[in-house]
């Protein structure tokens, strides 16, 4: 069997994560199952992504440069959809990323729009071809 069973992304400020990641989750129709004070946890085609803090934390923001994680990527529905998505970010605490090349980053190909949170998490929203 493959596939992913979960994913977990720790921040240092939950209430400024929630504010960015709640948004971006629920327009990508992930369902908030799970809410507590230090984290949320959301699911979405028998998979989940968690949300939390930890007191093991080694740094305020995530380097997406070093050794770890680069970006999380999402199914972004169709291209008007990616499109939507990508105009809305800017007032929900995301930042486009490489827009001067936007949907094509990938390739003629490849249509996605790239965000990073003020965290410094990056994500990739492809559309279904």
């Known amino acids: 069997m493959a596939g992913f069973h979960?994913?977990?992304?720790?921040?240092?400020?939950?209430?400024?994560?929630?504010?960015?990641?709640?948004?971006?989750?629920?327009?990508?129709?992930?369902?908030?199952?799970?809410?507590?004070?230090?984290?949320?946890?959301?699911?979405?085609?028998?998979?989940?992504?968690?949300?939390?803090?930890?007191?093991?934390?080694?740094?305020?923001?995530?380097?997406?440069?070093?050794?770890?994680?680069?970006?999380?990527?999402?199914?972004?529905?169709?291209?008007?959809d990616v499109d939507s998505l990508m105009a809305e970010a800017p007032a929900h605490g995301w930042r486009p990323l490489y827009h001067d090349r936007y949907p094509h980053v990938g390739g003629p190909s490849h249509y996605a729009g790239w965000l990073e949170n003020s965290a410094g998490f990056k994500t990739e929203i492809v559309a279904e071809q």
């Open 6 to 80: 979960h994913v977990e992304v720790w921040v240092t400020d939950m209430a400024a994560a929630a504010s960015e990641w709640e948004w971006l989750l629920d327009r990508l129709d992930f369902s908030l199952t799970s809410s507590w004070e230090q984290g949320q946890s959301w699911t979405a085609d028998g998979a989940y992504l968690t949300l939390t803090t930890s007191p093991n934390t080694s740094a305020m923001t995530h380097d997406r440069r070093r050794p770890g994680v680069n970006h999380l990527v999402f199914k972004g529905g169709a291209r008007t």
